[in-house]
């Protein structure tokens, strides 16, 4: 039980220390080439939704004008953050997810059930942005096809819906018991006040 909540945290720890560096290194990029990641639609981090560059709206030729901007210097850093950082953002998130699950499914008096969504989520995450990671380096290489651009807009899509599902069920479930936890006390409290006053 204990390793369950240790587990969890470092976690989380490890999923929030990637995400920050994630979103300074994607700063950093955008500042020197004047363009954001493939991951970002172009855009400088994942607190801004707007390039700094004019660009066509979402879809394949968005993608194809972001990769078209780059210099041969962007695609070969963007290339590195992609098999490194972008890498272990997605796998810390597994992490996070089944952990977080379980403990979570543990809280909830042993509901398996639980678990089982929250790593099925975690599991579709980390397979989106794993798979979005493999098509962004095909595309920075050279390989633009239609096939890939549009796959690319596809997975991003899936990859930013199924990580706000995991964020956002484990942030509720942990809300509700806290809440739960919060009136179950309140209760007590007001139980042992009133007997004592019999």
Do not use: C
């Not at 560096?21 to 955008?30: E, M, P, Q, R, V």
């Not at 954001?36 to 979402?58: E, K, Q, W």
């Not at 796998?91 to 379980?102: D, H, P, R, T």
């Not at 936890?181 to 019999?198: D, M, P, Y």
């Amino acid at each position: 039980m204990k390793k369950l909540n240790l587990y969890t945290l470092i976690s989380l720890g490890a999923f929030i220390t990637f995400l920050v560096l994630s979103n300074i290194t994607a700063t950093l990029f955008s500042q020197s080439f004047g363009i954001g990641l493939l991951d970002l639609n172009g855009a400088p981090n994942a607190l801004s939704t707007t390039a700094s560059l004019a660009l066509p709206a979402d879809g394949t030729d968005r993608v194809q004008s972001i990769i078209d901007t780059y210099s041969p210097n962007a695609s070969t850093v963007h290339a590195v953050m992609t098999l490194t950082q972008d890498a272990l953002l997605p796998l810390s998130a597994l992490a996070l997810g089944i952990f977080g699950s379980l403990n979570l499914a543990r809280l909830f008096g042993g509901k398996k059930a639980i678990a089982a969504i929250g790593i099925m989520i975690a599991s579709l995450y980390t397979l989106s942005d794993l798979t979005e990671n493999v098509i962004e380096l095909a595309l920075l290489m050279g390989n633009t096809n239609e096939a890939l651009l549009t796959t690319l807009t596809v997975l991003h899509s899936l990859k930013n819906a199924f990580s706000a599902l995991l964020v956002g069920s484990l942030a509720l479930g942990y809300a509700w018991i806290g809440i739960s936890k919060l009136i179950g006390t309140t209760n007590r409290t007001q139980a042992a006040v009133v007997s004592k006053a019999s």
